[in-house]
């Protein structure tokens, strides 16, 4: 019962993930759908950045084959969507008596949430190199920096 409880909620999320892309750029409606597509699977060499990489050159996305990613934007005055890249340097995350930190890592936009967190698909999290979606508090964020490029083609 709890397995279908999970795979009704992740179809609902997915559902409404897709809806949400309807008003996206065309450049990141085809990075969020590469995302979305390599769920579970291991995307290159399993590292956090070639999901990133995949998704842009499927798209023949301009970019440093380096890790800036596309435009980078000014955030928070330029709004983060759905299909962006954010690149995290020795992050720390605080909220309450959890921690996490990420010294460098690389995910996919899949959803930006009301609260100002958003939800992000990438690999090699927790020495598992597949696919998987991560909540994100930005504004939890106590040190180190991250980075929002938006994909061009």
Same mark, same amino acid.
């Given at each position: 019962?709890?397995?279908?409880?999970?795979?009704?909620?992740?179809?609902?999320?997915?559902?409404? +993930?897709? !809806?949400?892309? %309807?008003?996206?750029? @065309?450049?990141? *409606?085809?990075?969020?759908?590469?995302?979305?597509? =390599?769920?579970?699977?291991?995307?290159?060499?399993?590292?956090?950045?070639?999901?990133?990489?995949?998704?842009?050159?499927? +798209?023949? !996305?301009?970019? %440093?084959?380096?890790? @800036?990613?596309? *435009?980078?934007?000014?955030?928070?005055?330029?709004? =983060?969507?759905?299909?962006?890249?954010?690149?995290?340097?020795?992050?720390?995350?605080?909220?309450?008596?959890?921690?996490?930190?990420? !010294?460098?890592?690389?995910?996919?936009?899949?959803?930006?949430?009301?609260?100002?967190?958003?939800?992000?698909?990438?690999?090699?999290?927790?020495?598992?190199?597949?696919?998987?979606?991560?909540?994100?508090?930005?504004?939890?964020?106590?040190?180190?920096?991250?980075?929002?490029?938006?994909?061009?083609?």
């Amino acid at each position: 019962m709890r397995f279908l409880l999970i795979i009704l909620f992740l179809s609902l999320n997915i559902s409404f +993930i897709i !809806a949400q892309s %309807d008003s996206l750029p @065309e450049a990141n *409606k085809k990075i969020l759908d590469f995302a979305l597509n =390599a769920m579970n699977k291991k995307v290159g060499n399993g590292e956090c950045w070639t999901l990133a990489a995949n998704a842009l050159n499927s +798209i023949s !996305a301009k970019w %440093d084959k380096n890790m @800036e990613f596309g *435009k980078l934007l000014s955030y928070p005055k330029e709004k =983060a969507l759905a299909g962006d890249i954010i690149q995290f340097k020795n992050i720390k995350i605080k909220d309450g008596a959890e921690t996490m930190t990420m !010294a460098q890592h690389t995910g996919i936009i899949t959803k930006v949430n009301d609260d100002g967190s958003i939800e992000i698909a990438n690999q090699n999290v927790n020495g598992k190199k597949k696919v998987v979606i991560s909540l994100i508090k930005l504004n939890k964020v106590v040190k180190g920096k991250f980075f929002i490029y938006r994909p061009q083609v």
